[in-house]
């Protein structure tokens, strides 16, 4: 294989949906020629987006993976070692998203939230470093978003989550420096996904409305994504790439 990513083993988590940054990225990072583990909780669309990168040339595998179940992490770091021996790149990505307020959130969508967004990646970067250590330039990619840099209105729980997100990539930045893997954080703005599915079509305009570029795609972050996979990132760590279409520029 050629390309950006040539060789590198890839575990993307969220991957299944397929008009999400996760899918993105994975048919991205193949065509750029990863192989790529496409994780989910959603096995079908998982299956299908495998299907899909191989039947355009790529290389694929579909892994089930809870990213709130430390033992799902375990089982699947034991299984990539068996099969692969190394993990090049983690894509934290897998997040879940809610619009209620300080006020009307529920303690337990409280706790849902940051067992995806936050608990997630923490398990994720716990658990693959010691595969990432076997790689000649391991990279770990954390999901945050403009949400985690600045207050846009009534998501709290996905804010501090999104926060929470930001600086654990840079106190893990810190840590993983001695090994030479690097730790970044990317933030997009308000993309056309199937999360943003979820808001109503008049909070989605406010946000098209607030973005000098108006909304974004996939693709967009998913070429932010792979500069971070790539060697070409090798002297970058604890950073955060915004990718907002100058939402948070005023
Ligand atoms: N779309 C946006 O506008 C936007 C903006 C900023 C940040 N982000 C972040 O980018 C990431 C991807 O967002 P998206 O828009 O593609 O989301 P999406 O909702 O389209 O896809 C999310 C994927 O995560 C999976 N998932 C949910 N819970 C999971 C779990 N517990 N374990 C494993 N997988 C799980 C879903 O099945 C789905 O495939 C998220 O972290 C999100 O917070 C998105």
């Known amino acids: 294989m050629t390309g950006r990513l040539a060789n590198k083993i890839v575990l993307i988590t969220g991957a299944a949906a397929a008009r999400g940054l996760g899918a993105a990225q994975a048919r991205l990072f193949a065509a750029e020629g990863a192989h790529v583990i496409v994780s989910d909780i959603d096995d079908a669309q998982g299956e299908a987006r495998v299907r899909e990168i191989c039947a355009a040339g790529g290389s694929a595998e579909y892994l089930p993976l809870d990213v709130t179940d430390e033992a799902a992490w375990e089982a699947a770091m034991v299984g990539i070692l068996a099969r692969h021996g ?30 995806v967004n936050q608990t997630g990646v923490f398990l ?37 989550s999104k926060g929470a997100v930001r600086l654990l990539s840079k106190n893990a930045a810190m840590h993983c420096a001695r090994d030479r893997i690097r730790v970044n954080s990317i933030h997009p703005g308000v993309i056309v996904t199937q999360m943003a599915d979820s808001i109503t079509p008049e909070v989605i305009q406010g946000f098209a409305d607030s973005t000098p570029f ?22 970058m760590t604890g ?5 907002d279409g100058g939402y948070t520029a005023r």
């Open 214 to 235: 108006g909304l974004g795609q996939p693709e967009d972050v998913a070429y932010a994504a792979l500069y971070l996979a790539s060697d070409e990132s090798r002297y």
């Open 124 to 160: 994720g970067m716990k658990h693959a470093l010691p595969l990432l250590r076997l790689s000649a330039g391991g990279s770990i990619i954390n999901f945050s978003s403009i949400g985690g840099l600045v207050g846009f209105g009534p998501a709290a729980a996905y804010q501090a």
């Open 239 to 243: 950073a955060e790439l915004v990718i």
């Open 86 to 115: 190394r993990l090049d790149v983690l894509s934290n990505n897998a997040g879940v998203f809610a619009i209620e307020d300080v006020e009307s959130t529920s303690l337990a969508a409280w706790q849902r939230i940051f067992a």
